[in-house]
């Protein structure tokens, strides 16, 4: 704690549960009247121009400081104000959204009366961007005179450069994981960022601009193209630690340098990366700021921690240590109102303040604590009569009220043994010739007064239900409601899993006194559901086991082989003797799976020619087992697998599945060149038919029949 605290000058709270961040402040003649403005933007997309006049030091906010106020239609990332606009050197303010990038020209209207002027803002220009925005920069890039460009940082590292109202280029950074705090050097015409490597790194403009184009960066990279230099870094310096913030430093009487906050360090590096002085903070810094000293060849610089102080530092050396009111995560200096130096910090909430460093002491001290001797035997007593009373009141009374036990509302699903006799399937993508479906019967039951229950029932796809969604009349207490609905295999591949999940929801109507008037019109909303399985029929019929497969699974068990006519009394034919060793099964979608019993060890063995076809029956042999020795009371039975997992199967599916989509995306995009070719001929071919001058068609019959055919 310091013994100083910040003088308050002027300060106001922002909205209402509204957050801020670094970007988000700003304090420049946004207006150019000569005179600094405080501009703020928030995530939940107001922009605010503060022009404090407070009458004496520590003044609520006056109507009158607030110029401007609007909301945008986005979260503000990060607001700037520099030379934006072509034609002319005033200011203009830079507003980055998540997607897009606004200027606007702010400028006053003098007013007639006492309420003073009146602010508003203009749209001059704005970029849509391709992707989502993290932070930019602006400057001189190339030395250019008069006017400053854009560079904004996405999260997927690319950097795009925008000529005022014009998109320059893009360009990825190199072994981008992260993005990290970015800014610009005007000094050496470059642009430093600190990457998920915890490096400070250094890119030239020209490099930028030579380098290959974003853009075409993934057509390059396919079609194993050269064109283009890759982008490389003009320096890096490892600090080994995240950075908050970036700042240049370029004073006439001060060595141009790099300051970067770390999380326990502040860096101060020449142009060249090289490191001029490192002070180590004992504290978790949240902001920081440099600027000029008064003294030749050092800088000041301020540096804001979450334990509410505002440290100033003269390079390496703590000069003042000031108190603060709240944990700021934004610091700028601005001259108002003739008063030079004073500090405009920013809180995560919104407390924006002005102060300036002034010498009135807290003479607060915590007040000294009544010390007095403990009376042990009056605890011991205490004590062992509140134990009395907590097994009293355990012993009388459960921990929930009985009204709590009771379940009010319950939902319960029986599925069909049989499979339907005449299937219920319904626009089925299967192949096969019958596509069977299963009846499951949803009951549901109310204790109380259930009004307008809700029933869904959802499956795993590729399975589907003929009806998924159930709305009853309010049910009375004391009764139910039933209703049917069957199960089917919809896609053409096997599902991962055969559960099924039933949920409804009601309301109840309350008449207790202390309930709010939201319960009481809306009632007590309540919820059950339950889980039912699917039989393995459902998805497979029996057939001819197979002798060879590509892929295999043994499951060890420490009980002695069951034979299948037992644990797949439904599949197996109890007239064949060599069912009760060996099985086989055949999915809907065509694939066969045979499992085997050993007959003088305890294992099983799965086998098909599909890696994933050998989940759902290795799942269901499991169960079934596990199901089977519960029944004999054997609580001891395991499985196990110590074979090796078929990683590199595994990996050759996903690696199918991911050229599969890159196809499917390569196909997609050629049909919409193709539709939009197919598009434009027929208008050429309508307005050749519609001409009253009849003219040659060119072929474009001919081309027509051709894009026709490629669609």
């Known amino acids: 704690m310091s013994l100083f605290k910040a003088r308050d000058w002027w300060s106001t709270t922002l909205g209402e549960k509204e957050e801020f961040d670094q970007g988000c402040l700003c304090v420049a003649d946004v207006d150019n009247s000569g005179q600094d403005k405080i501009i703020v933007g928030s995530y939940m997309g107001y922009l605010r121009i503060?022009?404090?006049?407070?009458?004496?030091?520590?003044?609520?906010?006056?109507?009158?400081?607030?110029?401007?106020?609007?909301?945008?239609?986005?979260?503000?990332?990060?607001?700037?104000?520099?030379?934006?606009?072509?034609?002319?050197?005033?200011?203009?303010?830079?507003?980055?959204?998540?997607?897009?990038?606004?200027?606007?020209?702010?400028?006053?209207?003098?007013?007639?009366?006492?309420?003073?002027?009146?602010?508003?803002?203009?749209?001059?220009?704005?970029?849509?961007?391709?992707?989502?925005?993290?932070?930019?920069?602006?400057?001189?890039?190339?030395?250019?005179?008069?006017?400053?460009?854009?560079?904004?940082?996405?999260?997927?590292?690319?950097?795009?450069?925008?000529?005022?109202e014009s998109y320059a280029f893009g360009r990825f950074l190199p072994g981008f994981l992260l993005p990290g705090p970015l800014t610009y050097s005007s000094r050496t015409d470059s642009f430093i960022t600190v990457s998920s490597c915890r490096q400070v790194e250094s890119y030239k403009y020209q490099v930028l601009v030579f380098a290959t184009d974003a853009e075409a960066r993934q057509e390059t990279v396919q079609k194993k193209l050269s064109s283009g230099k890759r982008l490389a870094v003009d320096w890096v310096l490892n600090i080994g630690e995240q950075a908050l913030d970036i700042c240049i430093v370029s004073f006439n009487q001060a060595v141009s340098s790099v300051f970067v906050l770390g999380e326990r360090n502040l860096f101060c590096l020449k142009d060249n990366g090289q490191l001029r002085f490192m002070k180590k903070l004992d504290y978790s810094p949240s902001c920081f700021l440099p600027y000029c000293s008064v003294k030749e060849g050092t800088i000041n610089t301020l540096v804001g921690n979450h334990s509410n102080v505002l440290n100033i530092y003269q390079d390496v050396t703590l000069k003042w240590a000031a108190q603060l009111s709240h944990v700021p995560v934004s610091v700028k200096v601005a001259n108002i109102q003739n008063l030079k130096g004073v500090i405009v910090t920013l809180s995560e909430n919104g407390h924006l303040q002005c102060s300036y460093l002034g010498t009135d002491p807290s003479f607060f001290q915590a007040p000294r604590i009544e010390s007095k001797e403990v009376n042990y035997e009056e605890f011991n007593a205490e004590m062992k009569e509140l134990q009395k009373i907590i097994r009293e009141a355990m012993k009388t009374q459960d921990i929930l009220p009985q009204s709590e036990k009771r379940r009010d509302l319950i939902v319960t699903a029986e599925v069909s043994p049989d499979l339907d006799a005449e299937s219920k399937a319904i626009d089925s993508e299967v192949k096969a010739e019958v596509v069977p479906s299963v009846t499951v019967k949803v009951t549901v039951q109310s204790r109380v007064t259930a009004q307008k229950p809700n029933l869904s029932v959802c499956v795993q796809a590729p399975l589907a239900v003929t009806c998924d969604q159930f709305v009853f009349n309010d049910l009375e207490p004391d009764s139910s409601e039933t209703v049917v609905l069957s199960v089917f295999l919809k896609g053409n591949f096997p599902p991962s899993e055969l559960e099924g999940n039933c949920v409804v929801s009601c309301s109840a109507p309350t008449d207790r006194k202390d309930d709010s008037l939201c319960s009481f019109i809306l009632g007590i909303p309540k919820v059950a559901q339950c889980k039912f399985k699917l039989p393995l029929r459902l998805i497979c019929f029996p057939a001819q086991p197979s002798k060879s497969a590509n892929h295999k699974i043994t499951i060890d068990t420490n009980k002695p082989p069951i034979s299948f006519l037992t644990i797949f009394p439904d599949f197996a034919d109890p007239s064949e003797d060599d069912q009760a060793n060996v099985l086989g099964f055949q999915f809907l979608t065509g694939s066969k799976i045979t499992l085997l019993a050993s007959k003088t060890s305890q294992r099983y063995r799965i086998q098909s020619d599909q890696l994933e076809d050998l989940w759902l029956i290795t799942k269901e042999l499991t169960l079934r087992l596990e199901e089977h020795f519960k029944k004999q009371n054997c609580k001891d039975f395991a499985c196990t697998f110590s074979g090796s997992i078929p990683l590199q199967e595994y990996f050759e599916l996903i690696d199918r599945h991911f050229e599969l989509r890159l196809n499917a995306e390569k196909f997609r995009e050629l049909l919409s060149e193709r539709a939009v070719q197919f598009r434009a001929i027929e208008r050429r071919l309508l307005t050749r038919f519609k001409d009253k001058t009849p003219a040659p068609l060119q072929h474009l019959d001919t081309l027509l029949e051709g894009t026709f055919r490629e669609v």
């Open 50 to 164: 503060f022009h404090p006049h407070p009458v004496k030091p520590g003044d609520d906010m006056q109507a009158e400081d607030l110029l401007l106020e609007v909301q945008l239609q986005e979260p503000i990332l990060q607001v700037e104000v520099g030379k934006f606009v072509s034609g002319t050197e005033g200011l203009h303010l830079a507003v980055l959204h998540c997607r897009k990038l606004c200027v606007y020209a702010v400028s006053g209207t003098q007013g007639n009366v006492e309420h003073g002027n009146q602010y508003q803002i203009k749209l001059m220009y704005e970029h849509n961007l391709q992707r989502t925005a993290c932070n930019m920069t602006y400057g001189p890039f190339g030395g250019v005179k008069g006017r400053d460009l854009i560079c904004i940082q996405s999260m997927d590292g690319m950097l795009m450069l925008f000529e005022q």
